[in-house]
Nanobody
């Protein structure tokens, strides 16, 4: 089993920045991808960004490309999401996830609210 614990959410004004972190513990995998999804009220959960643990290649949704940066800390087994130039439409619960083969894990989520 894998445990994912997010931190760093909060309330920020439009144009501001926040940094989310996700710490992974438990079962280890030889190859996996970690990333972030988000879900706004009344909307489906959507992909935000992902990073391949081996090599560090990244992928972003078009809506956050150029504003958000995903990174990993191999020593701490964590990923982070630096969010800059935040917009009210970025308001959502942000979920960390880990994918390895047929295994898929979610964190509990952290609220990000961007006021206009």
């Amino acid at each position: 089993q894998v445990q994912l614990v997010e931190s760093g959410g909060g309330l920020v004004q439009a144009g501001g920045s926040l940094r989310l972190s996700c710490a992974a513990s438990g079962r280890t995998f030889s190859s996996y991808v970690m990333g972030w999804f988000r879900q706004a009220p009344g909307k489906e959960r959507e992909f935000v960004a992902a990073i391949r643990w081996n090599g560090g290649s990244t992928l972003y949704s078009d809506s956050v490309k150029g504003r958000f940066t995903i990174s990993r800390d191999v020593a701490k087994n964590t990923i982070s999401l630096q969010m800059n130039s935040l917009k009210p439409e970025d308001t959502a619960v942000y979920y960390c996830n880990l994918l390895s083969g047929s295994y898929f894990y979610w964190g509990q989520g952290t609220q990000v609210t961007v006021s206009s």
